[in-house]
C-alpha cells in the first residue's frame, strides 16, 4: 500500500472547483457510507456525481487522492461551521459559544453520517494510507476547539490539573463518538442531549458555578 505525503500537500490542493468538489463530496459520502471507501471505485463515484471518470482524474489523478481531498473538503464544511459558531457575537460567554460549536458538530455528524464513518473507521487504522491526511485535518479541528478552551480558561477559574491537550482531544472525540452513535444506534436521542452530555466535559472542567470573570 502507498504512503501518502505525512504534511506535503499534493492530497491536500484544492480541486479544481467547488461546484465539482461538492458534487464528489456527495456522492462519494453515499457510496461510502453503503459499502467502505475500499469497495467503491472512481466509475461509481464519478457516474453517481454526475461527471465523467475523465474529470476526476483531471482534478484528484486518483482514488486516494480523491478520497484525501473529500476528506479536506469535508473538515473544511465541519471546520467553518465551528467558526462561525465560535464567533457568534462580541462579548459571548464562551461556555455558550462552546456550546453552540458542538451543536454544529452534532448537525454535520447528522448531515454526513458517511464522514463520520469513514473518518473513526480510517483514522485508527494502522496503517492507512490517508495517515499523513488525518494528521494535518485533526490537527486543524483541534487547533478550532483548542482556542475554545482557551476562551473559557480565560473567563472561568478551570481545574490546573486537566492537560488541555486532552481535553480537546476528549471534546473532538466526543463529537465525532456520539454525533455517529446517535445516528447509528440511537434516533431517539435529541441533539440536545448530544450536545448536552459533551458540555458535560467541559462544564467539569471549570470550577464551581462562578460566572464569568470581568
Not at 473507521?121 to 483541534?142: D, H, K
Request: one cysteine or more.
Amino acid at each position: 500500500m502507498t504512503t501518502e505525503p505525512q504534511a506535503g500537500a499534493k492530497a491536500l490542493r484544492p480541486a479544481r472547483t467547488n461546484a465539482t468538489r461538492q458534487k464528489l463530496f456527495d456522492a462519494s459520502m453515499e457510496l461510502i457510507g453503503e459499502r467502505g471507501a475500499a469497495n467503491v471505485t472512481v466509475d461509481e463515484i464519478a457516474a453517481a456525481a454526475g461527471v465523467s471518470k475523465g474529470t476526476v482524474y483531471y482534478n484528484f489523478g486518483s482514488k486516494s487522492e480523491l478520497i484525501a481531498q473529500l476528506l479536506r473538503h469535508g473538515v473544511d464544511i465541519l471546520k467553518a461551521r465551528l467558526l462561525e459558531a465560535a464567533d457568534g457575537g462580541s462579548g459571548r460567554d464562551p461556555l455558550l459559544a462552546m456550546e453552540a460549536m458542538i451543536g454544529q458538530a452534532m448537525d454535520f455528524m447528522a448531515e454526513y453520517p458517511s464522514f463520520a464513518r469513514l473518518w473513526v473507521s480510517e483514522n485508527w487504522r494502522i496503517p492507512s494510507e490517508w495517515q499523513g491526511t488525518f494528521a494535518v485535518l485533526r490537527g486543524e479541528l483541534l487547533a478550532v476547539i483548542g482556542q475554545a478552551v482557551e476562551s473559557v480558561a480565560a473567563a472561568y477559574p478551570v481545574d490546573g490539573s486537566v492537560s488541555r491537550g486532552s481535553l480537546e482531544t476528549a471534546i473532538f472525540g466526543a463529537c465525532f463518538v456520539v454525533g455517529l452513535d446517535r445516528q447509528t444506534y440511537n434516533p431517539e436521542r435529541t441533539r440536545d442531549q448530544s450536545v448536552a452530555a459533551i458540555m458535560a466535559i467541559m462544564r467539569g472542567y471549570v470550577l464551581g458555578e462562578a460566572a464569568p470573570r470581568g
